[in-house]
C-alpha cells in the first residue's frame, strides 16, 4: 500500500526538505504553505499522515488539526520551535497523535513517521475485520455469531435458548451499556413489561451456560439497582 504524506510548513526550506526526507523513503508527498491550503488538499486527496508546523501565516495548525479531526482519524505529527507550544498541545488534547521538536534530524522523523503508519494501518486492519465480520460479535473468548445462531465459549459451542440468545445479542451489540430487565423484556418480548422475574432467571441460565464460574461472572455484570451489562473486553 503507498501511503501519501501531507507536509503542512510555511517555511519554504523546512517543507522542501522534509518533502525530499519522505519521497526517499518511497512515500507519496503532497505539501501546502498553511493550514487553510492543507484542509483544501485533504478534501480531494486520500491523505495517510499529516506533517504540521503550529505557527503558521492564514490558519495555524492547531485550528486545522481541530478542523480535521472533525471528519478525519489518520495520524498526525506536529512539529514544533516551542516547549510552550506543546504543552498547549496537550492541554488541549485536540488530536495530535505525536510531535517532533525543531530541529530535528531526517531519522528521527523517519522513525516516527513510520511508527504512526504502522499504527495507523493496525487501525485500519481491525475496522477492516469488524467490517467483514459485522455478524460476528466478539467479547473476551465469548463470541456470537447472528448470521449461524451460534455461541462459543472459548470456541466451545454453547447452547442457548431463542431467548437467551437474544438477550445476550442485545448485551453484545451494546458492551458496557446497561440495560434494566424491564429494557430487556420489552426489547426481547415486545411488550410492556409487568413481571420481570423472568429476566432474572434467564440471566442466571445465561450464566451457567456462558461463565465458567456463575457466581463470580467474568461477562454479564449485575450493576446493582439499575441492571445488567456486558463487559467491555479485548478478544
Known sequence: MEHTVLVVEDETGIRKAICIYMKNQ?????DAPNGKEALEIIEREPVHLAIVDIMMPVMDGITMVMKVREKYDFP???LSAKSEDIDKINGLNIGADDYITKPFTSLELIA????????YEQILSLKENHYENKDCYVVGDLELNTLTKEVRVENRIVHLTPKEFAILELLMKNPGRVYSAEQIYETIWQEDAINTETIMVHIRKLREKIEANPKKPVYIKVVWGIGYKI???EP
Open 26 to 30: 518511497g512515500y507519496r508527498v503532497l
Open 231 to 233: 463487559e467491555r473486553m
Open 76 to 78: 498526525i505529527l506536529f
Open 112 to 119: 516516527r513517521v513510520r511508527a504512526q503508519l504502522r499504527r
